[in-house]
């Protein structure tokens, strides 16, 4: 086991890298809080786990509720090990910066880049006090290279990016390791970016997914489960000497 006896914190845990991370852990020997907004889905991810998992419901934008996230964890497992900031929203009317509204600019950095601020700011005193800790943020490729008609949603995983590498400095006399990664197109994107998806015909689908493969080196789409195991890495203690990262989980896409 790479995770015995550790405790780690998962947002967006209901479903895909979550999901697939939550899972990994708790096989790995952690005891996991499951995180999400979706009640249904993030105890349906518990009850997968069994005892070593609870659920938590949480938005992720919201300061009472990403304290309390940190509190009860504390609370019933007696310490914080692992933060995995992996909540995470793409808007697809959220296009060009022309295109994009107030309201969808604010709710993508809300999600994306202050639910990482949060959660971060309620667990690093936990981790301060402990002298030891990892936090694990979720970007995207789309944080290192622009992705036309995505103006929100690069400049919330380029702040990811930044952020991370900032924390990574401040918080290494503490023995606390920050660090992201960045996955490609994804063969299950986000929950609101599948549902606008769905909308399409199933031509388009499939035109859209093979353009994707064509294009990648690696001749594939990420999976939830390629994250998970990048996320597994940085948790464990296989990567103690790796801080302040952008973890490339492509395909070789950016090599291109």
């Known amino acids: 086991m790479r995770l015995p006896g550790k405790v780690a914190i998962i947002t967006g845990a209901g479903s895909g890298i979550g999901r697939e991370s939550a ?12 995180a999400d907004i979706n009640e249904k889905m993030g105890r349906e991810t518990v009850d997968m786990i069994g005892e070593a998992a609870f659920f938590i419901k949480v938005d992720v934008s919201s ?28 808007l ?41 800790g990892v936090i694990i943020n ?19 995983k380029g702040g990811v990016v930044s952020l991370t590498r900032q924390m990574a400095l401040d918080y290494a006399p503490y023995q606390i390791r920050v660090n992201c990664i ?5 063969e299950k994107p986000t929950l609101d970016r599948r549902q606008f998806l769905q909308t399409q015909s199933a031509a388009a689908l499939d035109l859209r997914k093979e353009k994707f493969i064509q294009l990648n080196p690696l001749g594939r789409l ?10 597994l890495f940085l948790a464990s203690a296989e990567s103690a000497y790796i801080t302040g990262t952008a973890l490339l989980v492509d395909g070789g896409d950016l090599a291109l």
Request: hydrophobic share 45%.
């Open 182 to 186: 960045c996955p490609g197109a994804l």
């Open 63 to 90: 300061w009472p509720d990403t304290k309390r996230m940190v509190a009860e964890t504390v609370e019933r497992w007696g310490r914080l090990d692992i933060l995995f900031n992996n909540a995470g929203i793409d």
């Open 23 to 34: 899972l990994l852990f708790a096989q790995e020997g952690a005891r996991v809080t499951v």
């Open 138 to 156: 979720t970007a995207s490729r789309a944080g290192l290279a622009a992705t036309p008609g995505e103006a929100a949603y690069c400049a919330s």
């Open 92 to 132: 697809p009317q959220a296009t060009t910066v022309v295109e994009t509204s107030e309201a969808d600019w604010d709710r993508t950095m809300a999600i994306n880049l202050t639910g990482v601020f949060l959660g971060s700011r309620h667990a690093l005193p936990v981790m301060m006090a402990q002298r030891s």
């Open 222 to 231: 990420c999976t939830a489960k390629d994250v998970a195991k990048a996320a």
